[in-house]
């Protein structure tokens, strides 16, 4: 779980823009964003909201019961035996316009996750208001991850090299890839203590060459490759790694092919440090795969991402991108190689904390086949 330390970093740093940008208020109803910065952890079909004034003060309306790091929570019912609740949003926001007071100009709202509802109230209570879109600002202070984020994503990788145990010792001919998921999926449980949902891609041999998505009841055959992409998390933040196994012992292009898609993870790992431009690194990383013939310039997607609360978030590594690395980005390297002749394809992927002067490699198993 987040710390109150963290979420109150991040809730000055959110200060901090609001000071720059002149706002009297900051409101989301994002459940995402609240648990960001104040540690209270909803799920996605409760209602919630949060304000914050310049002067620090805050308020959280929420039916989790969580510790959280705001001046004043309220609680919302979403179950009650003594009355029926359809309507717990409009709950929500009659508690939350109840704590809203002073004279506010202008009004930073986060319109990504937070119902028109809430936008609604505060346009009543403040017809002569500007009210802004907030979502930019959300987006740039999440890029930077605060050290109790690095601990949930340290989590899910936890789970995921559970995962791998679990599929290296089940992966075998004449198995389904639904066989497979369900080892993994029992072993995340078993190493979580509860139920954590297994999501991923989850294809094997040629019906990963383009793509992924949910195990099927597709038969593994002796000599495919099976890429398993995996992303859970635990409590909305992902780690998101890959590995390629193979159905029984690796060819030689296999291998080579693996020997490839490793160097151009080396290619990455040795380019990335702050001020470097994400696409600068796609094109040195896409260059040297294309380069070999065995891959048959097949790598056709991002070199890798940022990670957080949403699985891919910025900087993004795609020659569209725009993005540049920064101290605190945690990311993903993840070059492919993916043909016929090799029954599939090779993929592989770590997760990164970008420091100051170094890539700290937060994920450390085994790459073998």
């Known amino acids: 779980m987040l710390t109150r330390e963290g979420c109150a970093t991040r809730q000055s740093r959110l200060l901090a823009h609001m000071e720059r940008d002149r706002a009297g208020l900051f409101v989301t109803g994002n459940y995402r964003t609240i648990y960001y910065l104040t ?13 914050l004034w310049p002067d620090g003060r805050s308020t959280l309306v929420t039916a989790a019961a969580h510790p959280a790091l705001a001046d004043e929570t309220r609680t919302v019912e979403t179950y009650s ?9 409009l709950d929500t926001a009659r508690l939350l316009a109840d704590a809203l007071e002073g004279d506010v100009s202008l009004v930073s709202i986060e319109r990504a996750g937070t119902p028109a509802l809430i936008e609604g109230l505060i346009r009543d209570l403040w017809p002569d208001a500007v009210v802004r879109d907030g979502t930019e600002v959300i987006l740039e202070l999440r890029k930077r991850k605060e050290e109790d984020e690095i601990g949930e ?10 995962a791998y145990d679990a599929a290296r010792g089940a992966i075998a001919a ?37 793509g992924g998505g949910p195990p099927s009841s597709r038969v593994i055959a002796e000599g495919d490759l099976y890429i398993l992409d995996l992303f859970p998390a635990p409590h909305l933040y992902f780690g998101d790694t890959c590995r390629t196994f193979a159905a029984g012992a690796p060819s030689d292009d296999q291998h080579r092919a693996w020997e490839i ?11 990335i440090r702050p001020g470097v431009r994400a696409r600068d690194v796609y094109a040195e990383m896409k260059e040297f795969l294309d380069s070999h013939p065995l891959a048959e310039k097949s790598f056709w997607h991002h070199a890798g991402h940022g990670i ?18 920064e101290a605190g980005d945690v ?38 086949l």
């Open 39 to 51: 540690g209270s952890l909803s799920v996605a079909e409760a209602p919630c909201a949060f304000a």
């Open 81 to 89: 035996i003594d009355r029926v609740i359809d309507r717990p949003d």
């Open 153 to 162: 994503i340290r989590e899910s990788l936890g789970l995921i090299e559970a």
């Open 174 to 210: 004449g198995r389904t890839e639904l066989d497979i998921y369900n080892e993994m999926q029992a072993a995340v449980v078993r190493k979580a203590g509860t139920f954590v949902p297994l999501a991923g891609d989850f294809a094997v041999g040629e019906r990963a060459i383009r």
């Open 261 to 271: 898609v490793c160097e151009a993870m080396a290619i990455g790992e040795r380019a």
């Open 308 to 325: 957080g609360h949403n699985g891919h978030e910025a900087p993004r590594i795609i020659p569209g991108s725009g993005d540049v690395f």
């Open 331 to 368: 990311i993903t390297l993840e070059p492919g190689i993916y043909t016929r002749a090799l029954r599939g394809g090779i993929r592989i992927e770590d997760n990164y904390v970008v420091r100051e002067n170094e890539l700290e490699n937060l994920f450390q198993y085994p790459k073998n």
